[in-house]
């Protein structure tokens, strides 16, 4: 997941974090200031879902294992700074919501059989405080319905599959809906 990511330029620097789900106690996460395009497995860490926090998780481990708290049928879990991403979060960001609609390849999300649908993705306002905002964006999720992704304002997207691979379509689906959004809106 975090070498494709790189490949595809969505995690410049340091940027962004992957997590898989071992079991129903413990996930695997990148660690802090980890090249993601180059990850080595000395650069993933174990971490308790629930636990205390593990001292190289990164600032954004909370975001990660909150998720998997309270959905337990996730398997993995993508964040990247694709630039359609962070771009979107920013222009979206008053509303609340970026919509998908009425694109084909929405049916690459797991649960959507038609181009004939929308897809909300909520945005929510950055937060340097990571355990709070875990908890914002639950409360959002909770609020929202079905969706397989999440924005922050300026800063990126969250995605997640029931494994690796859904995850990693997943991640794939949103960046060229949001790269079609953004080059759809500039032409308005």
Known sequence: MARHAGRNGWVPAT????SVRMDGKRAAITATGANKADLTAAEVIESEIAGPRH???????????LRYAGASELGAICHVHSLAATVLSRRHAKSGV???EGWELLKAFAGIATHETRLDIPIVANDQDTNRLALLVEERLKESGPTHG???????LYVWGA???DAIRHMDAFDFLLTAQLHEEALR
């Open 15 to 18: 940027s962004g974090n992957f």
């Open 55 to 65: 001292p190289r998780a990164s600032a954004e481990a909370p975001l990660h294992l």
């Open 98 to 100: 970026l919509r998908l």
């Open 150 to 156: 999440y924005l922050i304002a300026g800063h990126g």
């Open 163 to 165: 494994t690796p691979l």
